[in-house]
């Protein structure tokens, strides 16, 4: 006859008792080192040893951490006195942190030079770059892009290789309109006596280049002809002086035509008495003196100087007094 006998056995291995649990590390890099956690189940905890390797050979019961960008594999083993050992892996992943680089910018006012910008920021302070650049120019009036150069977005790195370009913001160069007394417009009048020939104002600027300049006397109606004048009068012209890269500068100037005078010069005699005749037979001037007489004279015609004691006695001279002249009676 057979005795049975009841035999219990746990249907939990020892593995599962001790409960070895590894949790990696998954993050962007922030200056700080990062590290795994191991842990088994709280009544094994006390007869347990856990240590730690990143080749698989080398152990401590120091942890591993990690600060740079980049994987570290960790290994874990854990041994207790009655269960054994177990073993299990896991990685401590540091991604690189994402930079903004922003070019540089500028507004600056037209001054004939070129505007040029070669820097450039991130969005972390004092990161430095291998290969990059920002660059830009411009000279007249306008907007013009400052632009980045060896940059791969997601690929380029910071010199520790602890970051990651991932966004570029351009720059920009903007140049403004120098002021109207910048461009310096000047306008020379003209004043004159009537001489028969047209006439008319000057204008000068500083800056030719790009510059047109207009002219109107009535202010409305424009015209790069500068306008003119001949008879007695006087036109006010206005001026203005247009560049893209220039407000607009105005002045005036007048074109002013005088009656023309006439110069008669008498040389006569000293000590002798003489008179000088207009052409309406009145006396100029009458006496007894020496040297030269000038007179402008008001009217045109024959004027007549008369020393009785010369001869001849009478000398003429034709006066047309409605153009510029010197006119002279000598003996």
Same mark, same amino acid.
């Given at each position: 006859?057979?005795c049975?006998?009841?035999?219990? $056995?746990?249907?939990? =291995?020892?593995?599962?008792l001790?409960?070895? #649990?590894? #949790?990696? @590390?998954?993050g962007v890099?922030d200056?700080?080192s990062?590290?795994?956690?191991?842990?088994?189940?709280? =009544?094994y905890?006390?007869?347990t040893?856990?240590?730690?390797s990143?080749?698989?050979?080398?152990?401590?019961?120091?942890?591993?951490t990690? #600060?740079?960008?980049?994987?570290?594999?960790?290994?874990?083993?854990?041994?207790?006195?009655?269960?054994?050992t177990?073993?299990?892996?896991?990685?401590i992943?540091?991604?690189?942190?994402?930079?903004?680089?922003?070019?540089?910018?500028l507004?600056a006012?037209?001054?004939?030079?070129?505007?040029t910008?070669?820097t450039?920021?991130?969005?972390? !302070? /004092?990161?430095?770059f291998?290969?990059?650049s920002?660059?830009?120019?411009g000279?007249?009036?306008?907007t013009?892009p400052?632009?980045?150069?060896? $940059?791969t977005?997601?690929?380029?790195?910071?010199?520790t290789?602890?970051?990651?370009?991932?966004?570029?913001?351009?720059?920009?160069?903007?140049?403004?309109?120098?002021?109207?007394q910048?461009?310096?417009?000047?306008v020379?009048?003209?004043? &004159?006596?009537?001489?028969?020939y047209?006439?008319?104002?000057?204008?000068?600027?500083?800056d030719?280049? /790009?510059?047109t300049i207009?002219?109107?006397?009535?202010?409305?109606?424009?015209?790069?002809?500068? !306008?003119?004048?001949?008879?007695?009068?006087t #036109?006010?012209? @206005?001026?203005?002086?247009?560049? =893209?890269? @220039?407000?607009?500068a105005?002045?005036?100037g007048t074109i002013?035509?005088?009656?023309?005078?006439?110069?008669l010069?008498?040389?006569?005699f000293?000590?002798? @008495?003489?008179?000088?005749?207009?052409?309406? /037979?009145d006396?100029?001037?009458?006496?007894?003196?020496? /040297?030269?007489?000038?007179?402008?004279?008001t009217?045109? &015609?024959?004027?007549?100087?008369?020393? !009785?004691?010369?001869d001849p006695?009478?000398?003429?001279?034709?006066?047309?007094?409605?153009?510029? &002249?010197t006119?002279?009676?000598?003996?």
């Amino acid at each position: 006859m057979f005795c049975k006998t009841n035999v219990y $056995v746990s249907t939990t =291995d020892p593995e599962t008792l001790l409960g070895l #649990t590894v #949790t990696g @590390y998954s993050g962007v890099y922030d200056g700080s080192s990062h590290t795994i956690t191991a842990t088994v189940n709280p =009544d094994y905890q006390s007869t347990t040893t856990i240590h730690y390797s990143t080749n698989g050979t080398s152990w401590s019961t120091i942890k591993p951490t990690r #600060t740079a960008a980049g994987t570290t594999t960790v290994y874990v083993r854990a041994t207790n006195t009655t269960l054994g050992t177990y073993s299990k892996e896991t990685s401590i992943v540091v991604s690189k942190a994402l930079v903004t680089l922003t070019a540089g910018s500028l507004t600056a006012t037209y001054n004939r030079s070129t505007q040029t910008v070669y820097t450039y920021s991130s969005s972390v !302070p /004092g990161l430095r770059f291998s290969g990059i650049s920002a660059s830009g120019s411009g000279k007249n009036v306008g907007t013009y892009p400052v632009t980045f150069s060896g $940059v791969t977005l997601d690929v380029t790195t910071d010199t520790t290789g602890n970051y990651v370009v991932h966004t570029l913001v351009d720059g920009t160069i903007t140049i403004t309109k120098a002021s109207a007394q910048t461009l310096g417009l000047s306008v020379s009048s003209y004043n &004159g006596n009537y001489d028969g020939y047209a006439h008319s104002v000057s204008a000068s600027v500083n800056d030719y280049t /790009g510059t047109t300049i207009q002219y109107s006397t009535n202010g409305s109606s424009w015209s790069t002809t500068a !306008p003119s004048r001949t008879n007695v009068g006087t #036109t006010t012209v @206005y001026v203005r002086a247009l560049n =893209d890269n @220039y407000e607009t500068a105005t002045a005036t100037g007048t074109i002013t035509i005088n009656e023309a005078h006439s110069t008669l010069i008498v040389n006569w005699f000293s000590g002798e @008495y003489c008179s000088l005749f207009d052409p309406n /037979g009145d006396a100029v001037f009458s006496a007894s003196t020496s /040297g030269y007489w000038t007179g402008n004279p008001t009217m045109t &015609g024959t004027y007549r100087a008369i020393c !009785p004691q010369r001869d001849p006695m009478i000398r003429e001279v034709n006066v047309t007094s409605t153009t510029s &002249g010197t006119f002279y009676i000598a003996w």
